[in-house]
């Protein structure tokens, strides 16, 4: 099947935002989202590396930035 890949890493990243806390360590997220696509934002600098055995992975600080920025873009009500 094909798919707009970055259109898909967008949401994943938006919906990573809803998932999100941060603390003195940076933002964490929930990370049960395709492998596949988690691994894509990870060569892209977005997140930690997601085969790591916690269960959330880490948002650079770009990767927070676009994270919100993505959610309400497209789940936003404005």
Same mark, same amino acid.
Request: without cysteine.
């Given at each position: 099947?094909?798919?707009?890949?970055?259109? =898909?890493?967008?949401?994943?990243?938006?919906?990573?935002?809803?998932?999100s806390?941060?603390?003195? &360590?940076?933002?964490?997220?929930?990370?049960?989202f395709? =492998?596949? =696509? #988690?691994?894509? #934002?990870f060569?892209?600098? &977005?997140?930690?590396? @997601?085969?790591?055995?916690? @269960?959330? =992975?880490?948002?650079?600080?770009?990767?927070?930035?676009?994270?919100?920025?993505?959610?309400?873009?497209?789940?936003?009500?404005?």
């Amino acid at each position: 099947m094909k798919y707009n890949k970055d259109r =898909v890493e967008e949401t994943v990243l938006a919906l990573l935002y809803l998932t999100s806390s941060h603390d003195q &360590y940076g933002t964490r997220a929930w990370k049960g989202f395709d =492998v596949g =696509v #988690l691994e894509r #934002l990870f060569e892209k600098g &977005y997140i930690s590396d @997601p085969q790591i055995k916690s @269960p959330t =992975v880490v948002l650079s600080e770009e990767g927070a930035k676009l994270s919100k920025e993505f959610f309400f873009k497209v789940f936003g009500t404005n």
